[in-house]
């Protein structure tokens, strides 16, 4: 477990319900990856990530998936992409990616509390 943190320090990380609105392979990466662009609605607008997700998923099938990202994390230069956010995911039995998703609809843009 990490160290304890206060919950001003939780309200510090702001995560965002998302729609993936396009997804691409990204070969170029160290580790098999997918480039995505993910809406937050009008006042976060689009932003892109990539994301170690190959085993459970491939890009035809992400448009039009909700994720939950972190929205506040400065952009990081991840090979020749800029990503933005980091979108969140809890690992498998084998320690493989599985996003995060709302199990309900929701608004886009929504903030996690």
Known sequence: MTPEITFDDFLKVD????????????PEARKPAIKLWVDFGPDLGERKSS???TKHYV????P????MAVVNFPPRQIG???????VLGVPDED?????LT???DVAIGGRLY
Request: aromatic fraction near 6%.
């Open 15 to 26: 995560i965002r319900v998302g729609q993936i609105t396009r997804a691409e392979p990204y």
């Open 51 to 53: 994301a170690q997700i």
């Open 59 to 62: 890009p035809e099938d992400l």
């Open 64 to 67: 039009g998936r909700n994720v």
């Open 80 to 86: 020749k992409f800029m990503s933005e956010i980091l």
């Open 95 to 99: 320690g493989e990616v599985v996003l």
């Open 102 to 104: 709302p199990d309900k």
